[in-house]
Nanobody, 126 residues
Framework: EVQLQASGGGLVQAGGSLRLSCAASGFTFDDYAVGWFRQAPGKEREGVSCISSSDDSTDYADSVKGRFTISSDNAWNTVYLQMNSLKPEDTAVYYC???????????????????WGQGTQVTVSS
């Protein structure tokens, strides 16, 4: 059974850091693209970052460029989102998702994703 497990959220002060993890269960992320999405209260879910296993290419939302870094372990079992210089507006529930390589047009768009993990709450205090 394909499962994604997101973890690493928490409460942090503005300017602090957190590292989110998205672990694959029952498969590996090899041959998948993996994305991180977030949803703040009262807002639509938005793409934060994504990474392709086929060529290690990455993409970021403008709001997080230069502060967040997406990466994977060598075996593509876990994908990470390192979040630095956190801001109160980064507060949201963060979700990871996976889609088979080639089955999407833009890895920052959620509608193509097939598999989703449960969310992990990130709260940044001012």
């Amino acid at each position: 059974e394909v499962q994604l497990q997101a973890s690493g959220g928490g409460l942090v002060q503005a300017g602090g850091s957190l590292r989110l993890s998205c672990a694959a269960s029952g498969f590996t992320f090899d041959d998948y693209a993996v994305g991180w999405f977030r949803q703040a209260p009262g807002k639509e879910r938005e793409g934060v970052s994504c990474i392709s296993s086929s060529d290690d290419s990455t993409d970021y939302a403008d709001s997080v460029k230069g502060r967040f870094t997406i990466s994977s372990d060598n075996a593509w079992n876990t994908v990470y989102l390192q979040m630095n210089s956190l801001k109160p507006e980064d507060t949201a529930v963060y979700y990871c998702a996976a889609v088979v390589e080639g089955d999407y047009n833009n890895c920052m768009v959620e509608y193509d994703y097939d598999y989703w993990g449960q969310g992990t709450q990130v709260t940044v205090s001012s």
